[in-house]
């Protein structure tokens, strides 16, 4: 498995509606309410064949609420 991470600005007020319909779709290994210059943070592991920025294109750019997305790629668990 792939892990990454996805930081999430979201239109204002809907922040909790993001983070509810990543959930529901159950795409999501973990997601937490952040301060700073984003308003989420996700975990995701997708199999090791997984195309991830498809995977993005696809299941997270598609929830309604998100402003903007940064993808974190990871390489090693310590």
Known sequence: MKCFFVEFCCKLGQAYNV??????????SEVYSTSGRFDLLAKFYVAEDVDIGRF????????????RT?????????
């Open 70 to 78: 940064h993808t974190i790629l990871t390489f090693k668990a310590f």
């Open 56 to 67: 993005v294109a696809e299941n997270i750019h598609t929830i309604a609420g998100i402003e």
């Open 19 to 28: 983070a509810d319909e990543l959930v529901a779709r159950e795409i999501v």
